[in-house]
């Protein structure tokens, strides 16, 4: 189990960016923190997701 945003989902051998894919955030506008970790946007196709894994997704919101 990955524990993204402290919700548990079963995405062990997922990538990253297919998770991304398939959820509300808007790729452009997201920072992600694996495990403690920052991990670039041009990554996020080779990162494997792997049980265990900590993951935090933050969006960067405009305003004025």
Sequence with gaps: MIKINGKQYDLAGKTLEAYLENSDYDRKRVAVERNGGI??????????????????????????
């Design 39 to 64: 991990i670039p946007k041009a990554r996020y196709s080779e990162t494997i997701l792997s049980d265990g894994d900590e993951i935090e997704i933050v969006s960067f919101v405009g305003g004025g």
